[in-house]
């Protein structure tokens, strides 16, 4: 067990990993569509460690379906730098943990027994809840004001290729998934139009999938592969169109810094991780972002100095909020 592979974690920034427990055999092959179990402990980075969520006190592994747009994209970069029956700690930093106590939600109501299993389709809608709304647990509207690093330690169990087990998409072949995308991107372009935010998103969402099966066949970087690249960009970047208008900053941010850290000439992702960032009081942030816009494309002058007026107003507002929030306490 080097060193090396403790820091190598995929080029990912603010996340440093650490293996409890070694896995055996090679890496399993994490392809879209895969599904993984696994248990996993969610904890602060205080001095008691404590404990937000642990999936093994819940008595069940938690699954996903690689490439399936799961809420904390993270959790994917994590699992696949594992082997089977592996434990390992993550540390990873806010810019991959904002939008955890939304997924931690979801996961615990289910536990309750209040909400169906299914349930990454039904956690849209709640993003812009900080600030304003609880999310109905202390600890997580805590997490949810104030996004912490958090450390995940992970134990990986089972990781089933889409063959081995049952899943309509996979009946398509390439060829008809290529023809499917288009498609699917014009249906969800016209619903994006018509204010049907959520159910654009699941177009989206599909055309990406489809796109994701027939990349993982080509050799990473080479032109085949960067060319279905672009068209997956292209599409998740109108699917966080979708989640500026639906409120889900937090998943926003997430998904736009996924690719800008791919590809970081990317005006778009800039533009919309900018805008997600002003929503969500991130002023430096947000200025950063909009910065970059302008240099990569100064075409898009007229549109950032409008974004910049209204976040320099909501700025001054809250101020004078603040302001007014402390003269009454004296």
């Not at 990781?159 to 008809?176: F, G, H, I, T």
């Amino acid at each position: 067990m080097s060193d090396m592979q403790d820091t190598m974690l995929l080029g990912s920034e603010g996340i440093k990993k650490t293996i409890l427990h070694g896995g055996t055999g090679e890496i399993p092959k994490f392809i879209t569509g895969a599904k993984v179990t696994f248990h996993f402990r969610t904890q602060l980075c205080d001095d008691e460690r404590t404990v937000i969520d642990d999936s093994k006190v819940v008595g069940t592994p938690m699954e996903i379906v690689i490439g399936n747009m799961f809420k904390l994209d993270i959790w994917e970069t994590l699992l696949s730098s594992m082997r089977i029956g592996e434990v390992a700690e993550f540390w990873c930093d806010t810019t991959h943990t904002g939008v955890y106590p939304l997924v931690s939600k979801s996961m615990r109501r289910i536990a309750e027994g209040k909400d169906p299993v299914d349930w990454h389709v039904h956690t849209c809608g709640m993003a812009n809840m900080f600030a304003y709304h609880s999310l109905g647990y202390d600890d997580l509207d805590e997490l949810m004001k104030e996004p912490k690093p958090l450390y995940f330690v992970l134990e990986l169990l089972k990781v089933q290729q889409p063959s081995e087990y049952n899943r309509e998409s996979w009946a398509l072949n390439d060829e008809e998934r290529l023809k499917a995308v288009p498609v699917l991107h014009g249906q969800g372009n016209k619903l994006y139009k018509q204010g049907r935010y959520q159910e654009a998103t699941q177009k989206y969402k599909e055309a990406v999938i489809c796109i994701k099966n027939v990349q993982t066949k080509e050799k990473a970087w080479d032109v085949p592969w960067m060319k279905l690249e672009k068209m997956a960009n292209t599409l998740t970047l109108n699917y966080c169109q979708c989640l500026l208008r639906m409120e889900e900053y937090y998943e926003v941010i997430e998904h736009t810094s996924d690719i800008i850290n791919q590809h970081p000439g990317v005006v778009k992702a800039f533009y919309l991780r900018g805008k997600a960032h002003m929503e969500v009081w991130n002023e430096a942030e947000a200025r950063q972002d909009f910065s970059r816009v302008l240099d990569l494309d100064p075409g898009m002058k007229k549109a950032v100095k409008k974004d910049l007026a209204v976040l320099n107003m909501r700025m001054e507002e809250k101020n004078q909020e603040d302001r007014d929030k402390y003269k009454g306490m004296f």
